[in-house]
């Protein structure tokens, strides 16, 4: 199957801070890219949905001030956390779709731990 | 999207096989089922997706009832990399975002 990365892994900054997470397909053009968050024992929250060159589709709830998407090429996306508290704290997963794969297919990246202390 | 219903938790003994059940009693015509399993501190992989007919491949079956309502997701022969949360999501068209519901939480033992 294609493979989606995440960088980085693991992350730990200062409450207040703001961080970035990329998300990259690593041989495949991803036309939309997805952002889930995960709290501890729960499931995956879908946060937003970006398609390449288009602003990003927030969930209910989710702030598109605090959390900030950038599809601007075919391989990359981006969250970027801003003034991040401790409450931020979670797991965030990316997932992508792409045009050469077939329309269920979905690959999920290993994911990256933000801690804020 | 419609919602699904799976319990919170199942054992298995290694080498015998797992069945996990789904239901999706309010799905809609163009609805698919679709099976993903997440094991701890990894992104989600897919297992298996299915409209009417039953599905078979490397890693699993799927069994759909014919009503629609209910799925079974087989592991014909567990072993203990299976150790996963299963999610059951049924989703309108092959292109939608998927939502995810709280799953069922696999244990295979020795």
Redesign the interface.
Known sequence: ?AV?S?HPSRVICKSGTSVKIECRSLDFQAT?M?W?RQFPKQ????MA?SNEGSKATYEQGVEKDKFLINHASLTLSTLTVTSAHPEDSS?Y?C?A?GTKL??????????T?LTVT | DAKTTQPPSMDCAEGRAANLPCNHSTISGNEYVYWYRQIHSQGPQYIIHGLKNNETNEMASLIITEDRKSSTLILPHATLRDTAVYYCIVSPGTASKLTFGTGTRLQVTL
């Open positions: 199957g989606v995440q939309t997805f889930y499931s995956l929250m879908l949905t797991f997963i997932s779709r077939a329309d269920y297919e979905q690959y999920f990246g290993p994911g731990r």
